[in-house]
């Protein structure tokens, strides 16, 4: 719960949104349920699963506009598998370096 807290509180802007990008759905009520037990449950996720939701226009909008990602359930392997060379990637990378935006990764290592 801290981590949530802290990455709640590194947000910017006025119309936060934070998209938990999912690689197994097991985690998403949880952290939902989480971020709405400190109040904030302006929340999209984008439950990616393989590389063609990568290609997902709603999802590529979301990431566009929001203020925070939050990367979890799998591993970096998958995850490099998944987003490397689309657009989403550009999106998240071009983000980062442009603009105030919030990246949290808790995927454990695997």
Do not use: C, S
């Amino acid at each position: 719960m801290v981590i949530l807290k802290r990455f709640w509180q590194e947000l910017k802007g006025e119309k936060l949104l934070i998209v938990l990008y999912l690689l197994l759905q097991l985690f998403r009520t949880d952290y939902i349920t989480a971020f709405g037990k400190l109040g904030y449950n302006h929340i999209k996720v984008a439950d990616i699963r393989n590389r063609e939701g990568a290609f997902n226009p709603e999802y590529l909008g979301i990431f566009k506009t929001a203020a925070g990602i939050m990367l979890m359930g799998g591993n970096q392997l998958k995850l490099t598998a998944i987003l490397g060379g689309t657009e989403l990637l550009l999106i998240i990378k071009q983000r980062f370096i442009t603009e105030p935006i919030v990246i949290a990764d808790i995927i454990a290592g695997q």
